[in-house]
């Protein structure tokens, strides 16, 4: 009986092992760099995943997909010609352009602050929004910068979207810390 308790219990300390040994490795995957030269910018992302530059939405620049189990896109866009926010500060920019500002959609925001990106000041809002059958967590970041490889104040904007499960600030924060403008 002693045997049969200590097997079992060498086997789930096993099975925690397995699953400490990938939290460890959570966002330890390999990253490539993709480069825009039309849009003067570049930036790393998991090697795993793919990029797209095609069937886009108005603005939207690439949109890199990680693998289906992960259900995780990141968005890139750059926003050029938008006079309307001449002399409004980041924050204002974001609040003016944010997606939990339209009553029509189903948005909770939990999280909003200052950050960087590509060591530009930039700002954030993490939220989720409800659809038809699941919720997705987005954090989304925007920042003002004056790119001089295309000669233009860009409005830069990083959204990444995933199911609350599959959330990995690691990544996303990487990818952020990679962004690099003037790079033609």
């Known amino acids: 009986m002693i045997e049969l308790l200590l097997v079992t219990f060498l086997t789930l300390v096993s099975g925690f092992e397995d699953e400490f040994d ?9 990253f490539e760099t993709y480069t825009n030269e039309d849009y003067g910018f570049s930036t790393e ?4 995943w793919t990029l797209r530059e095609y069937d886009l939405i108005p603005n939207q620049v690439v949109v890199f997909e990680g693998p289906d189990t992960q259900k995780i896109h990141i968005v890139i866009r750059s926003l050029a010609g938008f006079e309307r926010f001449e002399g409004m500060n980041i924050h204002e920019i974001h609040t003016a352009t944010d997606y939990k500002a339209n009553p029509d959609n189903d948005r909770r925001i939990i999280e909003s602050g200052n950050t960087t990106m590509g060591g530009f000041p930039a700002h954030y809002s993490i939220y989720y929004i409800s659809g038809l059958f699941k919720q997705v967590k987005i954090m989304e970041v925007l920042a003002v910068i004056d790119n001089p490889a295309i000669n233009a ?3 830069y904007s990083i959204n990444y979207l995933a199911d609350p499960g599959y959330f990995n600030a690691t990544q996303i924060n990487k990818i952020l810390e990679s962004f690099k403008v003037g790079v033609n």
């Open 22 to 30: 990938a939290a460890a490795n959570l966002g330890q995957e390999d």
């Open 45 to 48: 992302y998991p090697s795993d």
């Open 153 to 155: 104040t860009d409005m």
